[in-house]
């Protein structure tokens, strides 16, 4: 794997223990996360937020299928489970676009779509 691809792995690691430091450490300061139709974030703190969104219970399964690398840009995809407060557990696919920048991810442009 390129460096970047290992950013990517020890964020998604860290996204499946709810390490926050370890998922925090992979990013920029100024870091945007847009999570398209959903929520945008700017910078570490927002992000931050997210990580443990309280409308979830726990750390989402995330088995991240494909990877492809051009340049500064990093693309997943994937599948994921997660336990939602008010309707309980979910299957769901994802798309993750990370764009690098000085060694770290600057911007996340996830896409998430639920699956039966």
Wanted: charged share 25%; no cysteine; aromatic share 12%.
């Amino acid at each position: 794997m390129t460096p970047q691809q290992n950013l990517v792995a020890d964020y998604f690691e860290g996204f499946r223990s709810s390490d926050h430091p370890r998922i925090l450490a992979t990013l920029t300061d100024d870091v945007e996360w847009v999570i398209h139709g959903h929520r945008t974030t700017h910078g570490k703190a927002e992000f931050d937020s997210e990580i443990e969104n309280p409308a979830f219970e726990g750390s989402p399964a995330l088995d991240v299928q494909r990877v492809y690398e051009d340049g500064a840009v990093v693309v997943t995809t994937g599948e994921g489970r997660g336990v939602s407060v008010g309707h309980g557990p979910f299957r769901f696919a994802f798309n993750d676009v990370f764009t690098f920048r000085d060694g770290r991810i600057a911007r996340v442009d996830s896409y998430v779509v639920p699956l039966p």
